[in-house]
């Protein structure tokens, strides 16, 4: 599996960015997609995460407390690609931005780091 993070970048305080996760080489049926940030010093958290099945079955989304209201997490499957629109942006959003992917059904935990098997780079995104 392969992810490839993109979007990231500075902007000010109350702007917008959108996140873009293609992923690639995978061949899950169902799979867990999501994104998590990490700032200096901090643990990474998780920031928002989208169900996906190959069935016809709701697309459940999960969202951290701190986003919900700000972020949309969505997937394009002709693209196979997870956005992540951020709006309402604040510097403590500051962080490197992870796209990560679990090939289950279920998840005990979708917004916990440890339950997922693969990992993008990373890309920044910094709001002053």
């Known amino acids: 599996v392969q992810l490839v993070e993109s979007g990231g970048g500075s902007v000010q305080a109350g702007g917008s960015l959108r996140l873009s996760c293609l992923a690639s080489?995978?061949?899950?049926?169902?799979?867990?997609m999501g994104w998590f940030r990490q700032a200096p010093g901090k643990e990474r958290e998780g920031v928002a995460v989208?169900?996906?099945?190959?069935?016809?079955?709701?697309?459940?989304?999960y969202y951290a407390d701190s986003v919900k209201g700000r972020f949309i997490i969505s997937h394009d499957n002709a693209e196979n690609t997870v956005y992540l629109q951020m709006n309402s942006l604040s510097p403590e959003d500051s962080a490197m931005y992870y796209c990560?992917?679990?090939?289950?059904?279920?998840?005990?935990?979708?917004?916990?780091?440890?339950?997922?098997?693969?990992w993008g780079q990373g890309t920044q995104v910094t709001v002053s």
């Open positions: 080489k995978y061949s899950f049926s169902e799979v867990y």
């Open positions: 990560a992917a679990a090939g289950r059904r279920f998840l005990p935990a979708p917004l916990q780091p440890s339950e997922y098997d693969y």
């Open positions: 989208i169900y996906i099945a190959d069935i016809d079955v709701p697309r459940y989304t």
